[in-house]
């Protein structure tokens, strides 16, 4: 089985003016694409050519010997749940019973806002922020570079935090990213049809 690279769930234009058309031409046409291409070079003729990314992941997690087949499976895996966690006209205040969770977790929408940013702009060098399931709370966690949550941690939304994912319409502004991500990407809706 060869992995393919999923379509993204909008335009390459859709989330102008927030992320550029150029962005994704080469955060999801160049980046996303080479990780496909490269798990699909070093897993062809193993015993790990016909499982999915998911079993992939999890079966080199933690191997050092197989550490690029990890990185590139968990990359491919965490940059198609980040697409989804966006969508043109998004971000605000979520509703229902995501935002009930919100509150009982963090205390407020705004207080969460605060972790969730944080984080994103705490994690030294690249990475993920995530708001995650676990159990009956929510909390936000952060990953370098390819890592993601933790087993028993049921992610809702991520933001990239690699600098290729908001350097050619941020440059080093980081902070702007992220409050751009939370105000006017965010989706809210993928995050709460992902609750457990």
């Known amino acids: 089985m060869s992995h393919e690279l999923p379509q993204l769930p909008y335009a390459l ?31 062809e003729g193993t015993e790990l ?33 980040y697409w989804k966690s966006m969508k043109p006209g998004g971000g605000g ?21 605060t972790a969730f940013a944080t984080a994103g702009a705490t994690q030294f060098g690249s990475g993920w922020a995530w708001l ?14 390819a890592q993601m949550p933790s087993h028993g941690q049921t992610p809702l939304m991520v933001m990239d935090v690699w600098e290729h994912a908001y350097y050619l ?6 902070p702007d990213y ?7 990407l965010v989706n809210w809706d993928f995050a709460a049809a992902n609750l457990k």
Do not use: M, W
């Open 49 to 81: 050519a016909d499982k999915s990314l998911e079993e992939v992941a999890c079966a080199v997690s933690g191997d050092d010997s197989k550490a690029g087949i990890f990185n590139n499976a968990a990359q491919v895996l965490n940059h198609t749940f």
């Open 178 to 184: 992220i409050q751009t991500f939370l105000n006017s």
């Open 93 to 113: 205040e979520p509703s229902g019973a995501l935002l009930e969770k919100i509150n009982a977790s963090f205390g407020s929408y705004d207080e969460f806002k």
């Open 13 to 43: 234009d859709a989330l102008e003016p927030h992320i550029s058309k150029q962005t994704l031409e080469f955060h999801y046409g160049k980046h996303h694409n080479a990780y496909v291409t490269n798990l699909n070079k070093l897993i």
């Open 132 to 145: 995650v399931q676990e159990g009956d709370a929510l909390k936000v966690v952060k990953t370098a570079n």
């Open 169 to 174: 319409d941020f440059q080093n502004r980081r």
